[in-house]
């Protein structure tokens, strides 16, 4: 008969301390080889690049730039108020007004075809330049330039004195004009024809540089730009020519 493996009934001590359960096998063989419970080794990874990050922007610069900015910006804003402020105080308590100027009278001395075929041209204007404003002085400075034209032609040209013109001062000017014109015989042939109308259009063309004075205070030169257009009945030499018609528009250039 073959021998049964007999079974014996284990027992169990109920006072005994429970038993511990027995390691798993890593941490046997962790044990054998001298490596301590619960340390892990994490594989490196070689020639992998390690991102560099850049650096921040310096903030102190960024901050003091837009300082700088914003109070350049406000001192403009300022000085522009300043200037504008003044500029309205000043407006109001002297009130400006531009002078005013007329052609009282045309006369012409000379208007001869030269042999070569230049037109020479002598004209006596006189003007009247009245000066409204109570506070306010003009210097007429050197440098003026009166010039008559006819149509888009320059017939003659001359320049106004220095002088000084008070308060509320009314001046007489008499200025004498000259000039030369190589397509005289032209341009005579075009004068003669208009001349049979009995109306005549010229331009009298006006640049003055000015300088003001308020009271005590004189400013910076100014030119007074301007034009009168005239309708004369006639281009005889040494006689007084009637000006049928002359209106005169002028304003200030910096």
């Known amino acids: 008969m073959t021998d049964h493996q007999r079974i014996h009934p284990v027992v169990v001590d109920p006072e005994a301390p429970p038993t511990r359960p027995l390691p798993p096998l890593a941490s046997i063989l962790r044990a054998e080889k001298g490596e301590p419970e619960g340390q892990h080794q994490i ?33 403009v804003l300022i000085l522009l108020i300043i200037i504008g402020a003044t500029i309205g105080i ?12 007329s052609v009282d ?4 001395s000379d208007l001869t ?14 003007i009247t330049a ?9 210097y007429y400075e050197k440098g003026s330039n009166l010039s008559v034209w006819y149509k888009n032609t320059n017939l003659c040209q001359g320049s106004i004195p220095r002088f000084y013109q008070g308060y509320q001062n009314r001046t007489v000017l008499n200025v004498a004009l000259s000039g030369q014109n190589q397509y005289g015989r032209t341009l005579l042939e075009a004068l003669q024809e208009q001349q049979q109308t009995g109306r005549i259009p010229l331009d009298l063309k006006i640049k003055v540089p000015v300088s003001i004075k308020l009271k005590t205070l004189k400013l ?35």
């Open 113 to 126: 075809l030269n042999f070569d075929l230049s037109l020479y041209a002598r004209f006596n204007v006189k």
């Open 90 to 101: 000043l407006y109001l308590v002297f009130q400006p007004k531009l002078p005013k100027y």
């Open 105 to 108: 009278n045309l006369r012409i």
């Open 130 to 138: 009245y000066n409204p404003n109570k506070n306010i002085g003009i």
């Open 220 to 254: 910076r030169k100014v030119k007074i730009v301007g034009t009168c257009k005239l309708i004369v009945d006639s281009l005889s030499t040494n006689s007084m020519i009637s000006i049928k018609a002359s209106t005169c528009n002028f304003g200030l250039k910096l």
């Open 43 to 75: 594989p490196l990874r070689r020639n992998v690049p390690i991102p560099v990050m850049p650096p921040s922007p310096p903030k102190k610069k960024r901050s003091c730039l837009c300082k700088c900015i914003c109070w350049t910006i406000s001192l």
